[in-house]
């Protein structure tokens, strides 16, 4: 089997935790799919006059499945991304203002579940009843990426065809360039930024399931940032004063420039949390860690494409 010749699609389920029929609307352009099915497999521990094992019991299983997708917008201000539904899926809720943006910010309920496969040359990975975890990798002068991981109810694998008639969105990602980036009203230099959601995906329990859960659930999440700023003079901007004060600052970044292909990311109270010394080709810079804080709640980041 070839690992190029791998699609992806997902579909927000209508009935949560009952699986979707995949069709080609469904799929979407991703890198580095992998799948991965576990099932508990319960020892015996019975005693008799040999020391041979006794045939484990089968019991939960649960399937996950993560990749990457790049941050690029629909093409047309006012209609979503092609990943929109799987944000949804990761705790965001989606607001459209037709013609001029589509707009994410953090849930705290009415996440929906998603069904969703890898279909890997042959054989179809599936999995259902599935919410999930986001990063976004902002890198200097590269398309930005988004890292999905999701956990599903139940999965399945079986032998079949790829999904026929798929169109993918032919919009290119930009580069992380002339990004407007900002933090506390700073241009700091940057190479790198990390933010991930920090969401805490559990599994509720059911033995009314054949796969002994109902679905996967958010229980929490915990949104971090960190990234890598040359160092400055205290008196240009004070990162160590700011640690130490516990300031919290407005953060905001631009990936893109085409009318339909940009994507704003703001962030109103970003907190420092830790700094490290670090280097990079030959010039100081700083490692800083923060964690990302509400303002009035479910506003700790906002994903705006436009």
């Not at 996950?64 to 209609?79: C, N, Q, R, W």
């Not at 929906?112 to 990798?137: F, Q, S």
């Not at 407007?180 to 329990?205: E, F, H, Q, W």
Request: aromatic share 8%.
């Amino acid at each position: 089997m070839l690992e190029q010749r791998t699609q992806l699609a997902a579909e927000i389920e209508s009935v949560e935790g009952t699986a979707e029929t995949l069709v080609a609307a469904d799929a979407i352009l991703h890198a580095n799919g992998k799948f991965k099915g576990d099932i508990a497999m319960h020892q015996r521990p019975m005693r008799s006059s040999s020391l041979s094992p006794f045939s484990a019991v089968p019991g939960s299983r649960f399937g996950e499945i993560e990749f990457d997708v790049e941050l690029k917008g629909s093409g047309a201000a006012g209609t979503p991304p092609e990943f929109g539904d799987l944000l949804k899926a990761c705790g965001f809720q989606e607001t459209i203002a037709a013609g001029t943006s589509v707009t994410y910010t953090p849930a705290s309920d009415s996440i929906p579940t998603l069904t969703m496969a890898l279909y890997e040359d042959g054989i179809i990975n599936k999995i259902w009843g599935a919410r999930g975890d986001v990063k976004l990798a902002l890198n200097s002068g590269e398309p930005a990426w988004l890292h999905f991981a999701f956990k599903g109810a139940d999965f399945s694998v079986a032998d079949g065809s790829f999904l026929s008639g798929v169109s993918y969105l032919s919009t290119v990602a930009p580069a992380f360039l002339n990004a407007l980036m900002t933090i506390d009203s700073y241009s700091a230099m940057v190479g790198k930024i990390d933010i991930g959601m920090g969401n805490k995906v559990g599994l509720r329990p059911d033995a009314n399931q054949s796969s002994g859960h109902k679905t996967a659930l958010i229980s929490s999440r915990q949104p971090v940032m960190s990234f890598d700023p040359e160092k400055a003079l205290v008196a240009t901007y004070d990162f160590y004063g700011k640690l130490r004060s516990g300031n919290e600052a407005a953060f905001t970044a631009q990936i893109g420039a085409t009318a339909g292909n940009i994507c704003t990311i703001t962030q109103p109270k970003v907190q420092c949390t830790k700094i490290d010394e670090a280097a990079r080709d030959g010039l100081r810079n700083l490692g800083i860690d923060c964690q990302l804080n509400r303002s009035s709640g479910d506003d700790e980041i906002s994903l705006a494409f436009t």
